[in-house]
């Protein structure tokens, strides 16, 4: 997760006594999220912003990219 920044989501579990949420993001992972990071959006702006989101996701497949892997600990070169 990103701290601070926006992502597409909806939330899928709230209990009043809890201060998360479980949100369920345009791409399908389901986390939890602290309630203060949780921002309402109109419902055409979550669709606009996932259809852009998504699109622009489809626009970088078969890219090279450089990319850090953990298990080795540097940047490689990689495909998405």
């Known amino acids: 997760m990103y701290s601070h920044r926006y992502c597409p989501g909806k939330v899928r579990d709230y209990d009043d006594d809890d201060d998360e949420v479980v949100v369920k993001f345009y791409d399908g992972l389901k986390t939890r999220v602290a309630l203060s990071e949780v921002f ?7 669709d606009a ?27 490689e070169l990689g495909t998405l």
């Open 40 to 46: 309402p959006v109109p419902r055409e702006k979550h």
């Open 49 to 75: 912003d996932r259809r852009y989101i998504l699109c622009k996701e489809a626009d970088v497949v078969g890219q090279v990219v450089v990319a850090w892997n953990d298990q080795r600990r540097l940047f």
